[in-house]
């Protein structure tokens, strides 16, 4: 939820409050009791949608460092074997070519290169090896970069529930936001002679944001 959204269930939470404190006062019939009851009934969902986007907010952080301490080290791998190449005299140009770390950290550049020096250097590796290279390198390599996809993959599925749980929110605080502009002349009408009634409502009720305080212009210099 952002900010807002947070700010606009305490809102509705408020109002539910007030329609549980005041409820005893309306008639039976009365369309206050519906419509008190559907808020009830939208703050709780919005709450459990709260509570569900905080539990995957925390995954979401938890594989975005997984996947830049994975990149990480692919970025530590690559430099190894590109500083090894230039060196070696069992490679020619055009191998020496296939093994040039990206100038840059970026992630894409750092997976590509992951994956072109996985595939080119597989046949010519028994050359990096008798270079003290470890001879399991372009193996943890490619195991680093299916944990990589992995990570990926997850953090774009809660990417997209996300969004999904985005949509039914705005429909929940819509929802919401109708009812209380229908109970407001309800309330008005049954508390009209109870000023303090009517002063728990207009606080319950108030969009969040808007100071309550009158302000007073400052005063002038003579």
Known sequence: MTLLEQD???RLQNCDVFGDQNRAAFA???RALP???ELKSIAAQLQTEQANQGASG???????????????????DLGKIDGTAKQ???L???EKGYFVRPATTRENGVVAATRGFIEKGTPLW???????MSPTLLTDMQADLSEYDATYAAQQGDTQSRIGAGGDIDTLLSRG?????????IVKNKFDDNAGVLAAWASAVRYPGRDKTKKVAPVQPA
């Open 8 to 10: 606009l269930l305490k």
């Open 28 to 30: 039976p019939t009365s």
């Open 35 to 37: 419509l008190f009851d």
């Open 58 to 76: 925390g995954g979401a952080i938890g594989s975005t460092r997984a996947k830049s301490a994975i990149l990480g080290e692919l970025w530590r």
């Open 88 to 90: 070696m005299t069992t």
């Open 92 to 94: 020619s140009a055009q």
């Open 126 to 132: 028994s050359k990096f090896v008798a270079y003290e």
């Open 177 to 185: 936001n109708d009812i209380t502009e229908e109970l407001r002349p």
